[in-house]
């Protein structure tokens, strides 16, 4: 259902109801209605979403897309372990592969499991402790996307970009309460977040 593909590429992409609204010049509840079905989303909206969410009319319509989605072996990223992000992954043995569902991510790609703290008693906002993340160092970064880094102490995590006020990038660790920017000098980006699967089987 156009629905429930609408829905999910906006929570792969961590996008708010208001975030999709604001880009298109709309209401969240505009956009509510689109995802519960109660409404369908015109040709132009169509055009507009399938540039948001990096995919095409075909596939939010039909979910089906013979040109941009056949998913070939080469189009599998390799998994790795949580715990191996910090070391040299064209050096790991990696057994498992995981097929995206909405991303063309580049041939550098890899996936992993998200291993959120779970002292906070809590999940963070966005994406849930569990999920496969599939990451890409080569894709460009921008407001409201997430990034996989690794800090001077050699922690790795998930932060969240945002604007300040000033128009200026910063990032924030998403599985902490303390909502405090991230220093630029203590961490390195390892790649962006192109998506992420709640349930996904590893291959």
């Known amino acids: 259902m156009i629905n429930e593909r609408l829905k999910n590429l906006r929570l792969a992409k961590g996008l708010t109801l208001q975030q999709v609204g604001d880009s298109f010049g709309i209401s969240k509840v505009s956009v509510s209605t689109w995802e519960s079905g109660k409404t369908n ?3 132009k909206r169509l055009e507009q979403l399938a540039e948001l969410y990096g995919t095409s009319i075909q596939f939010l319509v039909s979910g089906i897309d013979n040109e941009n989605f056949v998913t070939h072996d080469y189009e599998k990223v390799p998994f790795f372990q949580w715990e191996l992000i910090n070391s040299d992954l064209r050096c790991a043995d990696n057994k498992s592969w995981v097929k995206p569902i909405h991303c063309h991510p580049s041939k550098s790609a890899f996936a992993t499991r998200y291993t959120a703290t779970s002292s906070l008693g809590w999940q963070s906002p966005g994406i849930p402790a569990g999920s496969i993340l599939i990451i890409d160092p080569e894709i460009q970064s921008g407001n409201g996307d997430y990034l996989l880094l690794v800090t001077v102490t050699g922690e790795v995590l998930i932060a969240k970009q945002a604007v300040s006020p000033g128009n200026k990038l910063f990032l924030i660790r998403v599985d902490s309460l303390n909502a405090t920017p991230i220093p630029s000098k203590s961490y390195k980006v390892i ?13």
């Open 41 to 43: 989303p015109g040709r």
């Open 191 to 203: 790649g962006t977040v192109l998506e992420w699967q709640m349930s996904r089987k590893l291959k």
